[in-house]
């Protein structure tokens, strides 16, 4: 069982930055890939961004690629999502995920992860 717990959304100007935590209880952090997730009102579910396990890949969606960086400190059992250059069109609810297996063509869906936070808001105004 894993728990997560998000953290650092926030209300920020377009052209602003914020950094999402996710921390996770229990000592097999390290066997988890780990993804965020965001919803926008109306809107489905949608994937942000993932990184692997072992921290060597790491995948984004289009829209937020060469703003958005995900890493983890397995010291801290925490995923951090760094977002810079925010637009108005990022404002959604964030969801930290954690997923015991994920493949090339399965880490943008959200059937492979197990265990979800219960999300933090980021409102983005222009």
């Known amino acids: 069982q894993v728990q997560l717990v998000e953290s650092g959304g926030g209300l920020v100007q377009a052209g602003g930055s914020l950094r999402l935590s996710c921390a996770a209880s229990?000592?097999?952090?390290?066997?988890?890939?780990m993804g965020w997730f965001r919803q926008a009102p109306g809107k489905e579910r949608e994937f942000v961004a993932t990184?692997?396990?072992?921290?060597?890949?790491?995948y984004y969606a289009d829209s937020v690629k060469g703003r958005f960086t995900i890493s983890r400190d397995y010291t801290k059992n925490t995923v951090y999502l760094r977002m810079n250059s925010l637009l108005p069109e990022d404002t959604a609810v964030y969801y930290c995920?954690?997923?015991?297996?994920?493949?090339?063509?399965?880490?943008?869906?959200?059937?492979?992860?197990?265990?979800w936070g219960q999300g933090t808001q980021v409102t983005v105004s222009s």
């Open positions: 990184i692997s396990w072992t921290g060597g890949r790491t």
């Open positions: 995920a954690a997923a015991s297996r994920w493949d090339s063509g399965s880490y943008y869906l959200p059937d492979p992860y197990d265990y």
């Open positions: 229990g000592r097999t952090f390290s066997s988890y890939s």
